[in-house]
Nanobody, 119 residues
């Protein structure tokens, strides 16, 4: 299983970023997928989960209305569109495969991509 995130960076508050996660080593279309973030000095925080076909999504209250999770099963890629970013969104963002439980924070995580939002 390999999950490789990209698209992070430094952005000003109010800006946008689009994260991508390239998946390999498993049948991507068969798994629910999630994004999880970890801010410095804090524990992991679940951000969002999407079902296998992309028709159903869930979000943490902290990002609802600003972030959009999506997937392209033909490209084995998971996305997270982040708009109206806030300094409190600063974190290392991991994509995750939900191997055990469908609606969860995921079981197998990638290395992450850093998102830094300046005020």
């Amino acid at each position: 299983v390999q999950l490789v995130e990209s698209g992070g960076g430094l952005v000003q508050a109010g800006g946008s970023l689009r994260l991508s996660c390239a998946a390999s080593g498993f049948t991507f279309r068969n798994y629910y997928m999630s994004w999880v973030r970890q801010a410095p000095g804090k524990g992991p925080e679940w951000v969002s989960t999407i079902n296998t076909g992309g028709s159903s999504t869930r979000y943490a209250d902290s990002v609802k209305g600003r972030f959009t999770i999506s997937r392209d099963n033909a490209k084995n890629t998971l996305y997270l569109q982040m708009n109206n970013l806030k300094p409190e969104d600063t974190a290392l963002y991991h994509c995750a495969r939900n191997r055990v439980s469908r609606w969860s924070a995921g079981d197998d995580w990638g290395q992450g991509t850093q998102v830094t939002v300046s005020s």
